[in-house]
Structures are given as C-alpha cells and as structure tokens.
C-alpha cells in the first residue's frame, strides 16, 4: 500500500481527507504541524481532537514541538493582509514543507494536506505550493478534498461525533479578523 504523510490542520478537514486517500488506496499518517494556531489553548483543542479521531480510525499521527515563534516572525509583515493573502502563502508553505521534509527523512513518496478540505482555503494557492514543493523522492498529492462531498461528508462525522469545530482558521490574525466581522455584524 502506498503512504502518505498527511498534513493536519483540524480534526474537521480530517475527515474527507482520510476518507478520499484511504479510496484511492493510501496508507496515511498524519502530521499536526501547526506552529501558527492561536492562542495555545485553542491548539491544544484542535490537537485534543485529531488525537481522538486518530485513535478512532486508526490513523498513527506525529506530532513535532509547539513553535509559534518562527510563524510569527515570518508573518508579522503581512499582519494585516486579508485571509487567503501573502500571510496565509507563507503560513501554508511553512507547513508544508514541514510535512514534506518529515515526508523526505522518514522515506515516505507522497505528501498531502487536509487545507484542501476547508472552504476557506484557496484550493489554487494550496495545491501550487504544494506542487512547488515537490521532489524525485516526495511528491505532493493535489487534491479539493472539499469537493465531491467532502463538506457534507466533515459535518456529517463531526455531529456523529461531537466533534469541535473551530470558527477561525487558527492564526491569531484570522481570530482578529472572526471577531472584528462578529463585532461587524451585530451593530
């Protein structure tokens, strides 16, 4: 059977990830390397979460060191660009190459992401970072785990579940963003 190394973001994105890879006949391991999820505790229930669903459904998961400090010194300059911009572009290819240089050392020919799950993900700019990041030895698995499905499918799992479901993409930028548009929307 053929691995892959599957970059976790959340539990939610999960779902549809493993489903499609395990169809199209891959081994998956999954990696949560989220350096930029704020504030911690916030990531230690996204983590609590993979975890419980990993065990589930048998999927082995690495989890490398909390870091937070690399993604802030590298985001800092796009602090107040808009979701799906340069911020999330570095943010995206920070862990993905995270997740195809463990990929690489651990002898491992596919790399993949469950960003591609989330509908507030640019499928586009997921999937070309991806694929630039790709070697002879590890290749990236484009994928729209969102589509065919796969939303209808997350919901579905995470009610059965009662699974947590964030309402920020993780980055303390992204909740600043959440609050100020709840703050928005109720004057």
Known sequence: MKRVLLHICCV??????????REEGYSVI?????????????YRKRLQEVWRLSVMWDVPTILPAYNPIDFFRETVPFWNTPER???????ISKNLK?????ALSLGIKYFATTLTASRFKDLNMVNSIGNSLSTNETVYLES?????????IAVKIAKMYKLYRQNY??????????IMKRRQNNT
């Open 98 to 102: 995270a997740t195809r240089d463990l």
């Open 144 to 152: 729209a785990f969102r589509k065919s499905g796969g939303q209808e």
């Open 85 to 91: 911009g340069e911020r999330c572009r570095v943010c």
């Open 169 to 178: 993409c993780g980055c303390v930028y992204s909740k600043r963003d959440a």
């Open 12 to 21: 939610i994105d999960l779902v549809p990830a493993v489903q499609r890879l």
């Open 30 to 42: 999954g990696y949560f390397h989220n350096p930029n999820i704020q504030p911690e505790e916030e």
